[in-house]
């Protein structure tokens, strides 16, 4: 049975107080930042309505562009290493034994409920020097003192894994179960290795969600805000502190709206591919 197209305009009454409630808290408050972006910033924090290109100049400079670079490197890095050892992960899961994947699952779904501030407190803890991992390693023979392992970038990536890892399992997991197992079979009788047979076949079969899988963890460790500063210094900061810091601190709100204006378009423009990416899934 194919669904009927709507015929009538009160065929679409479902869809009017989502459109208001998007209208009203994204449309709307988009907008007004579009406008304050082109502001003229007076001295003293103060700012007068014009149209001026002068904050998106400012953002186009070696240092707003390293920041930008950074954030952009950082947000694939998380993506990446996350979908790698997402995919496997969810791939055993799926297979195992009802009682293991509901343990799994209940264990990851707690994960989301923790805050960022949770986390992040939690990880500088375990990386300090007084109540660490070192302290661990140190006891073990394996260090000869306890050294503190943040602030650094090892830890902001560590923590922002962490705190993705979840969304990627969840997000794999329903195509996973979805799966044909005698594909896996099918390779094995043919006389291929495991590790071959899961490249070439798994892989390929679910190349379309592996992509949509990293665009979603892309976007969200590019909105990333309290983990760089909880666990990393000043120049690994990401473009969403780098706005808090022009907005409320630099009372630069022209240019804290332009940045944010970059960083809402870079992620609706993702989060279209990653849409696009998983109808095509479909389709297929």
Not at 152 to 173: E, I, K
Request: with cysteine; hydrophobic share 55%; charged share 10%.
């Amino acid at each position: 049975m194919r669904p009927e197209p709507p015929r009538r305009i009160a065929d679409y009454s479902p869809l009017a107080f989502p459109a208001v409630m998007l209208t009203v808290f994204f449309v709307v408050p988009f907008g007004i930042m579009v406008m304050v972006s082109f502001f003229r910033r007076q001295q003293g924090g103060f700012y007068t309505p014009d149209f001026v290109l002068e904050s998106y100049a400012r953002f186009l400079s070696t240092f707003f562009g390293g920041v930008l670079s950074f954030s952009l490197g950082l947000a694939a890095c998380v993506a990446l290493i996350c979908v790698i050892v997402g995919f496997p992960f969810t791939y055993e899961l799926a297979r195992a034994k009802r009682w293991v994947q509901v343990s799994w699952l209940v264990a990851l779904l707690s994960v989301l409920s923790l805050s960022e501030v949770i986390i992040g407190f939690a990880w500088s803890t375990l990386l300090s020097r007084t109540a660490g991992i070192s302290n661990l390693l140190v006891w073990l023979g394996m260090m000869d003192k306890p050294v503190a392992l943040t602030p650094n970038f090892g830890a902001v990536l560590t923590g922002m894994v962490y705190q993705a890892f979840p969304y990627t399992v969840l997000v794999l997991y329903p195509a996973m179960a979805r799966l044909d197992p005698t594909l896996m079979e099918a390779a094995r009788t043919l006389g291929s290795h495991p590790l071959k047979a899961f490249l070439t076949v798994v892989v390929p079969a679910l190349r379309n969600t592996i992509v949509a899988t990293f665009i979603m963890v892309f976007v969200f460790a590019l909105g990333s805000y309290l983990l760089p500063q909880l666990l990393g210094r000043p120049q690994h900061w990401t473009l969403s502190v780098l706005i808090t810091d022009q907005a409320v601190y630099q009372s630069n709100m022209p240019f804290a709206a332009a940045m944010a204006v970059f960083l809402v378009l870079v992620t609706l423009s993702l989060v279209g591919l990653a849409l696009l990416v998983g109808r095509k899934d479909a389709a297929t």
